[in-house]
């Protein structure tokens, strides 16, 4: 079992409607937690950190569930610009120091 | 402009020849990083670096070499290039392995 698990998708959504999807990890530990953007053959660009308390910043929202060990990303009034893979980035303790091990991405396309 | 610079953005080669790629950060981070990238694997992690002069193996270190002598640079070496290291290549930084990291451009490389 992978310690990120992500859809890979591709999830096609219209213009317009919201989209959400989940990252689970493996170990319980895990501290910290963030969503990344990805646009094709791009940088990976920090989205938004995953705080506890959940976060939102504009039409995207996140979230975190300890107790299933999985964070969500949800992304309202979509827009042809939010198509991009989503990465999930988990900071695992991995002996004395933390480690981010990566999700393989979900990839969503929105159509007009 | 805080950024992370890599070089070469692409690079041709062929078995055997040494390579190295660059990569330097303005944002006096302590960490940096190396991360390949294979369709459907997600970033793995190559190589990090906590310091100057504290490097430390990631997940896929094999094949590859790295040094930190300088806060700001991070150059990954391929001693002896075989064509499974043919990827996507990323450096990235941050001020800690607990933090969102920022990214290069990115290092095409082909290895024939």
């Known amino acids: 079992r992978k310690e990120v698990e992500q859809d890979p998708g591709p999830f096609n959504v219209p213009e317009g409607a919201t989209v959400a999807f989940n990252c689970t990890y493996s170990?319980?530990?895990?501290?910290?937690f963030f969503w990344y953007r990805q646009d094709c053959r791009k940088e990976p660009k920090l989205l938004m950190s995953v705080y506890s308390s959940g976060n939102e910043d504009g039409r995207f929202t996140a979230q975190l569930n300890r107790a299933s060990q999985y964070i969500s990303l949800l992304i309202r009034d979509s827009k042809l610009s939010d198509s991009a893979t989503y990465l999930c980035v988990v900071s695992t303790r991995k002996g004395s120091n933390y480690q981010l091990i990566w999700g393989a991405g979900t990839k969503l396309i929105i159509k007009p | 402009e805080a950024q992370v610079t890599q070089n070469p953005r692409y690079l041709i080669t062929v078995t055997g020849k040494k390579l190295t790629v660059t990569c330097s950060q303005n944002?006096?981070?302590?960490?940096m990083s190396w991360y390949r990238q294979d369709p459907g694997l997600g970033l793995r992690q190559i190589y990090y670096?906590?310091?100057?002069?504290?490097?430390d193996k990631g997940d896929v270190p094999e094949g590859y070499k790295v040094s930190r002598k300088e806060k700001r640079n991070f150059p990954l070496i391929l001693e002896s290039p075989s064509p499974n290291q043919t990827s996507l290549y990323f450096c990235?930084?941050?001020?800690?392995?607990?933090?969102?990291?920022?990214f290069g451009d990115g290092t095409r490389l082909s290895i024939l």
């Open positions: 170990n319980s530990a895990s501290q910290s």
């Open positions: 990235a930084s941050s001020f800690g392995n607990n933090q969102p990291q920022h």
């Open positions: 944002m006096n981070h302590e960490y």
């Open positions: 670096s906590m310091n100057v002069e504290v490097t």
